[in-house]
């Protein structure tokens, strides 16, 4: 089994896929590789760095922060947000990297793989849309705005996994779809896999704003 095979070089990237990094060696950071060397993201805008949910201390973590941000990279674009406040930007690899290695979050993984992997966030057994829906999803809510970040229901592997799959949770109760939000709800992980569960249905993007708001109706 290739439990150990999702390492990429940024050269390898290929439009439409999902990537994290580690960071501190703790928790996971994710996007969407878009092309020309750029990713679509979502980071805690309030925190404006990444707050993740450790599994070494099983508590929430930050990092970075504006006020702790180098001065802003060089290539043009990184760290745009088109929506402000949003916490949706476009960032270069090498940003998006720091100083971490880059994975390739695995789609119809396996229900083998899916629990043979010891850490959440790294793999589902959903299958990806096509790489031209993932991207213009992506961009779709990086120009016109998405919900707002919360570490439970709506984190960077949340957004990550909506825009490569389309998938949205009907029951308002239970919206995180990230493994990071299942080790909150500490239950088993098998069960509570986006490709598994059972409350989630396919939502185009144009029609996520009125699909939420049918929803709390
Ligand atoms: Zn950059």
Redo the contacts with the bound molecule.
């Keep these: 089994m290739e439990l150990f095979s999702q390492k990429v070089k940024p050269s390898e990237l290929q439009k439409g896929d999902h990537v994290y990094t580690w960071r501190k060696s703790m928790y996971t950071h994710h996007g969407i590789f878009v092309g020309e060397g750029k990713l679509i993201h979502m980071v805690n805008p309030k925190a404006d760095g990444i707050l993740h949910f450790s599994t070494a201390s099983k508590s929430w973590i930050s990092s970075g922060g504006r006020k702790k941000e180098k001065t802003?990279?060089?290539?043009s674009d990184?760290?745009l947000e088109k929506v402000a406040g949003n916490g949706v930007r476009v960032?270069?690899?090498?940003?998006?990297i720091k100083k971490g290695s880059l994975y390739r979050f695995k789609y119809e993984a396996s229900r083998e793989f899916l629990v043979a992997k010891l850490r959440g966030g790294t793999c589902t057994t959903a299958r990806s849309d096509p790489p031209e829906e993932v991207i213009h999803t992506a961009t779709y809510l990086l120009e016109n705005g998405y919900i707002e970040y919360d570490l439970i229901n709506n984190n960077c592997e949340d957004f990550a996994l909506y825009c490569k799959t389309g998938l949205w949770s009907k029951d308002i109760g239970y919206q995180g779809r990230s493994s990071q939000a299942n080790m909150v709800h500490s239950t088993k992980r098998e069960n509570k896999d986006l490709g598994l569960r059972k409350d989630v249905v396919k939502v185009a993007v144009e029609e996520l704003s009125s699909f939420r708001l049918s929803l709390s109706l």
Excluded: D, L, R, S
């Design positions: 802003p990279c060089a290539t990184c760290g960032t270069c690899i090498e940003c998006f």
